[in-house]
Every structure is written in C-alpha cells, then in structure tokens.
C-alpha cells in the first residue's frame, strides 16, 4: 500500500484531540444541595432511559470519531497495490571481442553490477543483447540479469557490427555499456550511454588484404598496429595454406614504437589461402585470414552519346569494369555510332541499319508491351515491357538467316541479335531507338537492367576471370556457418564462427577474420557514468485499486449513525 497525500495524516491528530476532549467532558453537571440530603441516593442513581442514552452517547461519539479517522485516511488516497511500486530499466550490452583483449571480460561484469546495485529487489531489468548472443529478454529481477551478465561471454565480433533491440515497451529508461566506437547512437534524456575501454595488451592487425598481380605473385596488405604506451617488437608469420599443405612463406619482424601504426606489403605465393599471425598470439586481433577466389569480370568499355543510365548499370554492377580502350574491353556499348569491328557490342540507336537488314515503317508513340518477345531468349529472359513507351521508333526488317528478332511489331525488328552462323565473329545485338530519357522510359524501368544484363552476358559468354583474396567476418558468416575447420577456427558458444579457414563440401576455402578491433578509453571512467545514469520512477501496476472512495462512503455512513445515536430519543 501506497498514499497519495501522506501530509494528510496529520488530520489524525486533530481527531485525537476530539478523542481527547470527549473523554474529560462531564457527562452532566450535578450540584449538591445539604437541605436535599435525604434524597441524595435516589438522585445519583441513573434510571433506565437515562443509562440508555449515555450509551448512545459514547456510542455515537465513538461512531463520529470512526468517521473522521476514515476521512482523514480517504484524504491520504491510499493505494492498494497488486504488486510493490517498481523501475523498469532495460541494460543494453554490446559484448564485443574488444572487452575480450585484457580482462576477459571481467570489468564489464563489474561496471554492470555497479548499476543494478542501484536498484531495489522489487524493480525489473530488461536485458538488451546482440541478437547473436539473445536479443532482447524478458523482464527480471536485477538479481538475476545480475547472475546472466556474470554468464556472458565475449563474442567474436567488432563493436561496431552488432546492433542492439528497443526496449520493450520502447522508450523505456535504458543504459548502454559499449566499448569506445561501438555503433549505439548518442544518449538521451532517457537513454545512458556508458563507454568502456578497450585496452591491448599485445600488437593487433587493423586491416588485411591480398591480391594477384599481373606475373601471377600474391601482394599482401596489412597493417599492424601497437597501442600500447611502450614500443614492441612484433614477428609477423604468414602461412600459405593449401588443402593438403601448410607452408610458413614470410617471415618479418616489426618494431613499432608506443602508439605505432605500420603498413607494408609483402610477396607471398599464390596460395589457396593465406594466414597472417603476430608474434604467437592466440586472441583473434593478432590473427587473420584470407581466401582466394576467382570471380567472373568483364570488361566495358562505353562509346559514343553518354547515357546516365548505362553509366549507372556499368558501376553498380560488380562483375563489370569500365575501360576507356575499347580495344582492352570484352564487350562495348555503342550509343548512336558505330562500334569496332572485333568486339562484341550493343548498338543502341545505330547511325544506319544493321548489315543486311532494311529500314522498316518508323512508329511513334509505340507501346512495347504489344510487340512480340522472344522470351526464352538468354538476352531477353525475365525482360517485362508492359509499361515501356517509345515516343520515335525506326525498326528494320531482318534477314532470318543472319539475324534473330528479340522484339518485333508487325514482323519488324525493334531489338535483335545475330543468329548463329557457321564462321566465328564478334557477336551483337541492335536496339532500334534512342535511350534518351525524352525518347522512351525503358531506362527507368527494372526491364532494363534486366535487358543490359543479359546483353552483356551473351555478348561476353565468359569473357574472363579474376583472382583476389577475401575474408568475412564471424558475424557476416553468422550461426549457420556449416563448415569444417581446415586451419585453426572452431565454434563461438554463440554459433559463429571462429577466425580460420574453413573447407565447403565441394573443397572450397573460405576465411573468417576478425580485424579492426578498436582500442582506446573513454573520456570518463564508466564507474562515475554508470553511478549518474538516472533512474525511472517507480510505477504501479494498472491493477492497483485506490481506496480512498470506499474510506469516503465509510466515514460518511459512520457520522450519520453517529448524529442519529446522539439525537434524543422522544
């Protein structure tokens, strides 16, 4: 039970001074007179009627006191709860490989409990976690989101990739221990950010990558940073890996003063994957991991009038790279001229017919989604014109033997490519209008980097390959990562993936690598943020009943019955 207006009780001590002058008021008064002495004892004893009425004195006076008590308590508004009042604060966590460089984690358990020590038995915390390590809980006692930090391990993931769920309701008081950069947003009125330090005690890797050069050698990139406040010595190894052998191919030894950051670059062989280790480190920072991969890649090169829209679908796609020479490009897109004779090329708006083909009846205002389509065509394959207008169109009339129609009106050929013939030759395909955004809206639609897609690809027909080396984070790997370590790596308790390199069903390597990881200490110690963080007010549950109306009927109903007993009977 809770009162409303505690300073209301002061009424009761006006009550007992009512109480108290009842008690030492004379009933009646009485005046002894010697002439009447005879008659004393029969005029001290109290008749029946007369012993009634003075108990229907004390009894309404006792009734009218019943009822100011019952005032002066419905004055108070007590509050009868279900449940104590009670906070509701939601604690978020950011529990990332940084907090795991030094303590292992133990100065987060620490920092959090010096905030649920704030909190009373009766309040309730709402856990706030990566989704990797639980997301958000259910409403607990402190004691027991207490015991569930001290059970949290560190997970293998920068502060800056997980995110962290609302508190349920939202806007909810909430206090976010973070490492310094973990990506958390800024604090609020009602939102506590506490920024915790991530100190090293060894050189870490800040980023890694590989590449192979024109004579076939593998460059590796990396940088090694010392954020210590004294200079070390840091040996660097790297491993070729390969599925049925390991080979140390670099040795380097770095000196790095207090603070340091270096960047080189090394040859090593091209193998199948690479493993970069620091000194004899076991923390994930000190270690990284790469992969090589052949990825298909096509040159461009772009000619002729510039269409925005081309140039947008040559640098969104990452298959793709723009050349200025057509004579290096796998394929050109011709727009409004001629393209060279020994490329393949798409011809858009072409300055005159394509060879051996005649002008057809120019169209205008043409809704393409009433040509024929040639559908299961590679070019044209889940290209939908519905929607497509052509203000001006001056289509050809095509020789089957030489060229297929792709899109045709009336037996005209609007797109067309060449047909198979029995010599080898630069292939190609025509389209019969201008991409102007004046012209036609094809160039807005989806159907037209479906269109350009498939163009490029035919005219390509795997033009080519390049290899690199790439990794991925454990969290960018995520829990279903199902494969078998081949080179250190192994399973966090959360599911991912430990750095490694690991091998796919059909062989494959694939690297995780943990780098980047930022270290530094905040401007303030958490221990001051955390004891400042402002607490929510205490709140009732929505069953709680107020018993101030119930005290009100009381007290009236006892003053009634009080004023009706002290009324004389007639």
């Known amino acids: 039970m809770s009162l409303g207006f505690p300073w209301a009780l002061f009424g009761l001590l006006v009550v007992a001074a009512a109480a108290v002058l009842a008690l030492i008021r004379p009933a009646r008064r009485r005046l002894i007179v010697p002439s009447l002495t005879p008659w004393l004892p029969d005029s001290t004893r109290k008749t029946r009627p007369a012993r009634r009425y003075s108990l229907r004195v004390v009894l309404s006076w006792l009734l009218l006191l019943l009822g100011a008590t019952a005032a002066v308590f419905a004055a108070a508004r007590p509050v009868m709860h279900a449940e104590p009042p009670r906070r509701y604060l939601a604690v978020g966590v950011i529990n990332s490989a940084e907090l795991d460089l030094a303590e292992g984690g133990g100065a987060l358990h620490r920092w959090t409990a010096e905030l649920l020590e704030r909190l009373s038995p009766a309040d309730r915390v709402q856990l706030l976690l990566p989704a990797v390590a639980g997301g958000a809980s259910d409403w607990m006692s402190p004691s027991e989101a207490r015991r569930r930090l001290e059970r949290l391990e560190?997970?293998?993931?920068?502060?800056?990739?997980?995110?962290?769920?609302?508190?349920?309701?939202?806007?909810?008081?909430?206090?976010?221990?973070?490492?310094?950069?973990?990506?958390?947003?800024?604090?609020?009125?009602?939102?506590?950010?506490?920024?915790?330090?991530?100190?090293?005690?060894?050189?870490?890797?800040?980023?890694?990558s590989a590449e192979v050069v024109a004579d076939g050698r593998a460059e590796l990139f990396i940088a090694v940073r010392n954020p210590m406040e004294?200079?070390?010595?840091?040996?660097?190894?790297?491993?070729?890996?390969?599925?049925?052998?390991m080979d140390s191919a670099v040795r380097e030894e770095l000196r790095l003063a207090a603070g340091d950051r270096r960047g080189l670059v090394l040859g090593v062989p091209p193998a199948g994957a690479l493993a970069v280790q620091l000194n004899d480190g076991d923390h994930p920072a000190a270690r990284a991991?790469?992969?090589?991969?052949?990825?298909?890649?096509?040159?461009?090169?772009?000619?002729g009038q510039d269409e925005p829209a081309?140039?947008?679908?040559?640098?969104?796609?990452?298959?793709?790279?723009?050349?200025?020479?057509?004579?290096?490009?796998?394929?050109?897109?011709?727009?409004?001229?001629?393209?060279?004779?020994?490329?393949?090329?798409?011809?858009?708006?072409?300055p005159s017919p394509p060879p051996g083909t005649e002008p057809g009846t120019p169209g205008e205002h043409v809704r393409l989604e009433e040509a024929n389509v040639?559908?299961?065509?590679?070019?044209?394959?889940?290209?939908?014109?519905?929607?497509?207008?052509?203000?001006?169109?001056?289509?050809?009339?095509?020789?089957?033997?030489?060229?297929?129609?792709?899109?045709?009106?009336?037996?005209?050929?609007?797109?067309?490519?060449?047909?198979?013939?029995?010599?080898?030759?630069?292939?190609?395909?025509?389209?019969?209008?201008?991409?102007?955004?004046?012209?036609?809206?094809?160039?807005?639609?989806?159907?037209?980097?479906?269109?350009?897609?498939?163009?490029?690809?035919?005219?390509?027909?795997?033009?080519?390959?390049?290899?690199?080396?790439?990794?991925?984070?454990?969290?960018?790997?995520?829990?279903?990562?199902?494969?078998?370590?081949?080179?250190?790596?192994?399973?966090?308790?959360?599911?991912?993936?430990?750095?490694?390199?690991?091998?796919?069903?059909?062989?494959?390597?694939?690297?995780?690598?943990?780098?980047?990881?930022?270290?530094?200490?905040?401007?303030?110690?958490?221990?001051?943020?955390?004891?400042?963080?402002?607490?929510?007010?205490?709140?009732?549950?929505?069953?709680?009943?107020?018993?101030?109306?119930?005290?009100?009927?009381?007290?009236?109903?006892?003053?009634?019955a009080g004023w009706v007993l002290r009324k004389p009977a007639i």
């Open 154 to 208: 560190m997970l293998p993931v920068r502060a800056d990739e997980p995110t962290l769920p609302e508190p349920s309701p939202p806007g909810e008081y909430s206090v976010v221990f973070a490492p310094v950069g973990a990506n958390v947003g800024p604090p609020g009125p009602r939102r506590t950010v506490v920024e915790l330090p991530a100190e090293a005690d060894e050189a870490i890797i800040e980023s890694v």
């Open 230 to 245: 004294s200079p070390r010595t840091v040996g660097l190894n790297v491993t070729s890996i390969e599925p049925r052998d």
């Open 289 to 303: 991991y790469l992969a090589r991969r052949r990825r298909p890649t096509t040159n461009v090169a772009v000619v």
């Open 310 to 350: 081309v140039r947008r679908f040559v640098a969104a796609a990452d298959w793709l790279e723009e050349v200025a020479d057509p004579g290096q490009a796998d394929v050109v897109i011709a727009n409004a001229v001629e393209p060279p004779d020994d490329v393949p090329a798409l011809v858009v708006a072409p």
């Open 374 to 560: 040639r559908a299961d065509d590679p070019v044209m394959r889940h290209v939908d014109l519905r929607g497509v207008v052509v203000r001006r169109l001056e289509p050809w009339t095509a020789p089957a033997q030489r060229y297929l129609p792709l899109v045709s009106i009336d037996g005209e050929a609007v797109i067309l490519r060449d047909a198979p013939g029995p010599l080898p030759q630069p292939g190609r395909v025509y389209v019969a209008f201008s991409l102007d955004a004046e012209n036609t809206n094809f160039t807005v639609s989806e159907a037209f980097v479906l269109f350009l897609a498939g163009a490029v690809e035919y005219l390509a027909d795997d033009a080519g390959f390049a290899a690199d080396y790439e990794s991925m984070t454990p969290l960018e790997a995520g829990p279903g990562f199902d494969m078998e370590p081949l080179y250190s790596g192994g399973r966090h308790a959360s599911g991912l993936p430990l750095p490694g390199i690991y091998a796919d069903e059909d062989g494959l390597q694939h690297a995780v690598s943990l780098t980047g990881l930022v270290t530094g200490r905040p401007d303030r110690e958490p221990v001051e943020v955390a004891a400042e963080a402002p607490l929510p007010d205490a709140v009732t549950a929505p069953e709680d009943r107020e018993l101030w109306p119930v005290l009100a009927v009381a007290a009236v109903a006892f003053w009634l």
